[in-house]
């Protein structure tokens, strides 16, 4: 089962400075983060604050070739997580044949930015991630990162906005 989620806003961990994008089930409370690396949250943040590059970026570049090809980006989903690492799928549509491509949760992120198409995460994962959150190795516990993640209200989102 997948379940649907938005992005709830993109920060810096405070403790590490590392991009946070972090996601938020539609249908409950539920949060989960995924660290990201700054090209890639840069490339994210252009797209939430609708900000216009001189020239394309590679998801732009990405999101023109599907459209090219008549092509579709119906959906993506964050599909497992493995030794603290997310892995996500892109699930296109040319026509009558389905596709599914490999992609980094940053990338597929982007790309759904884009093209506006819903993005999902396995139920395994949600419930992983929200017990082990793949945060940097040092730091706050799981547990407490979790916590403040799920109290963080629109002002303080806007505190550590990127």
Known sequence: MEIEVRIRGLMMDPSTNMPIVVLKDVASDAVMPIWVGIFEANAIAIEIEKLNAP???????????????????????????????????????????????DSRPSDAIALALRTDCPIYVSEAVMQTAKLNTAGPPEGPTAEQLRSWLEGLNDEDLGRYKM
């Open 55 to 101: 020239r394309p970026m590679t998801h732009d570049l990405t999101k023109n070739l599907i459209h090219y090809l008549n092509g579709s980006l119906e959906r993506v989903v964050i599909t497992e997580i493995k030794e603290d690492t997310f892995y996500a799928v892109l699930c296109l549509r040319q026509g009558d044949e389905a596709i599914t491509v």
